[in-house]
């Protein structure tokens, strides 16, 4: 008979708090969609990439110092000391996506696009089995399964957007409007990160490295701006005002880029890639309905 694991009774006394870890999780789009032959050396292509970036970023140390790393077969996930998410925030994202694009150019090679989220909370490592399990990693792959980075990434042109990366707003408020990062806060824009399903709801910011289509179009900041010059894309100067999502009733309006369906959540799917009337339609992506809101006195929730 296996011998009995000790379950702690939540609430019935206080014990120590677990330390904070930082994750960062990446999954291939379209992974299933390969053909069968190409899954097991995309899973060992995935972790070389992200290798490859931290080598390019100056986070060797990192690389050799992960906590419990797992493969998810189409992704990776590790841990880390939060001391480095600044770093990971800003280069290791803006790096990972320009290791994607040099990969893609290369003929013959599988295309790897990849989503990516970013979290910090407290969670065991202390050796044992079972470390790195709890809500902040469960909240991880929420934030990477979430609508708008699959959105956002079903949007933009595959020859040039490798990457997508949404931010969890712990991390956000700590790290990136906290100044510690080399990332502006105009280069992310907020979004209500739910998944199909789930009883699952955040708010959270996306990160673009290199945004292309659609996204231009909707106004989402490219990286190759300086970001360490903010007047130039703060509101009243001659950069574009950072963008967001305002909810009114029960449609959504947007003001710069919007990635969700209404606020009762309704998901479709189309066809090829196209924008009709009021009305976004992001090929095999989520479908963003509402309306296009510029302006107005709409109280932001």
Not at 157 to 176: K, W
């Amino acid at each position: 008979m296996p011998t009995a694991v000790p379950m702690p009774r939540p609430w019935s006394e206080s014990r120590p708090l677990p330390g904070y870890r930082a994750l960062l999780a990446v999954d291939a789009k379209d992974f299933t969609g390969l053909p069968a032959i190409l899954h097991a050396p995309v899973s060992r292509l995935i972790p070389e990439l992200v290798d490859t970036a931290l080598d390019q970023a100056g986070l060797t140390g990192l690389k050799d110092a992960k906590r419990f790393p797992a493969s998810t077969g189409d992704g990776i996930v590790f841990g880390f000391d939060p001391e480095q998410l600044p770093f990971v925030v800003s280069p290791l994202l803006r790096v990972l996506d320009e290791v994607l694009s040099r990969h893609n150019s290369q003929q013959g090679g599988a295309r790897i696009r990849l989503r990516a989220s970013v979290h910090v909370g407290p969670l065991p490592d202390s050796g044992a089995p079972g470390d790195g399990n709890g809500k902040p990693r469960n909240d991880t792959h929420r934030l990477l399964d979430s609508r708008p980075v699959k959105a956002v990434l079903a949007a933009a042109s595959e020859h040039t957007t490798h990457l997508a990366a949404i931010i969890s707003d712990r991390v956000h408020e700590d790290v990136i409007l906290g100044g510690y990062t080399g990332l502006h806060p105009d280069h992310c824009v907020e979004v209500p990160a739910t998944v199909e399903g789930k009883s699952f709801a955040q708010r959270a910011w996306l990160y673009v490295p290199s945004p292309s289509g659609n996204l231009l179009a909707a106004g989402v900041m490219s990286s190759g701006e300086d970001s360490r010059n903010p007047e130039s894309s703060r509101s009243g100067s001659t950069g574009p005002e950072r963008p967001s999502v305002v909810y009114r009733d029960n449609s959504q309006q947007v003001e710069g880029i919007g990635v969700l369906g209404s606020v009762e959540g309704g998901i479709s799917y189309q066809g090829p890639t196209a924008y009709r009337a009021d009305n976004q339609h992001w090929g095999s992506g989520d479908n963003v309905s509402g309306t296009k809101h510029v302006g107005g006195t709409e109280e932001r929730r």
